[in-house]
């Protein structure tokens, strides 16, 4: 008997994300109303060629959406209690809503330190360890942005987690505690992988919703995936051609998986979206 051949939908990350964007924009017109333009500090630390891009796209999707913005740079060299100063500044700063510090920071300065002298609710990033307890409680203030990404892109398909089995593979603080969390909350079965769980294939087959975000390229391919899975591949990785890939063999999902996420152009556009949607909630709950 052949194996069923499925048609796979490839979402389109930045199309959907320009469609919840444009929702955003009336939020953000109705603030405007009240005089309040929702604004967004992005504090980077040292110039990571990673981080100095993403900041960089960061301040461009605000532009577009209306939002005030502020780049943060700061030498490598900056002491501890300098940057706490500076958060603090922002914390204190009316015309800032959400602050994120973009990591990694240089190794002399501790992250969670830093992490935590910014105001729970400016913490649009959701690393607060207000914030991780409120999510791990079930009332979240904000949703992490990555993980509220993949969700919305489940939403954008009708799929609904209830009842299905998700597995996740990355235990990041980041995506993968946080999105299992979330499923776990929308009544899914949830299985926690990483990179080095023994025949990872056993448990990526049994998914009916898969989720890689572990940065290792092509670790999954069409082979360990459950025929008419969703697959949402978060890990973005260089290869030493320059370009770039995810976790998940793409070309090999086609025809197997019901859904797949291609890198880049998948969950990278809607994490930058629900930054956005973040600082927008934030300005809100500041006009009230």
């Known amino acids: 008997m052949e194996p069923r051949v ?84 922002l914390n204190a700063s009316p015309a800032i809503h959400g602050i994120l510090v973009q990591l990694p920071l240089p190794p002399h300065i501790t992250a969670a330190r830093i992490l935590e002298a910014v105001l729970p609710g400016k913490d649009v990033d959701c690393f607060h360890p207000e914030n991780v307890g409120r999510l791990a409680a079930g009332t979240p203030r904000f949703v992490p942005c990555t993980p509220a990404g993949v969700l919305a892109i489940l939403e954008s398909v009708e799929l609904n987690p209830w009842a299905k089995h998700a597995v996740v593979v990355g235990a990041s603080n980041v995506v993968g505690k946080p999105l299992a969390l979330l499923f776990l909350q929308k009544g899914a079965t949830v299985t926690i992988c990483n990179s080095k769980t023994p025949d990872l294939a056993s448990h990526t087959a049994r998914a009916d919703i898969l989720v890689t975000a572990v940065g290792r390229p092509k670790l999954v391919n069409g082979t360990m995936v459950k025929p008419g899975a969703a697959v949402i591949d978060v890990g973005i990785s260089r290869l030493p051609d320059g370009k770039l890939a995810g976790d998940c063999d793409f070309q090999s999902l086609l025809g197997v998986a019901s859904i797949a996420t291609p890198v880049p152009g998948g969950v990278g556009p809607m994490t930058i979206t629900m930054l956005l949607a973040n600082t927008v909630r934030a300005a809100e709950a500041h006009a009230r």
Do not use: M, Q
């Open 6 to 89: 499925i048609n796979t939908r490839v979402i389109d990350g930045t199309a959907l994300a320009a469609r919840l964007r444009a929702e955003l924009a009336a939020r953000v017109a109705r603030l405007a109303a009240s005089g309040i333009r929702p604004g967004l500090a992005a504090v980077e630390v040292g110039d990571h060629p990673g981080s100095r891009i993403y900041v960089r796209n960061k301040i461009k999707a605000c532009a577009e959406a209306g939002l005030h913005s502020e780049h943060v740079a700061l030498p490598a060299s900056i002491e501890e209690s300098a940057l706490l100063e500076r958060i603090a500044a």
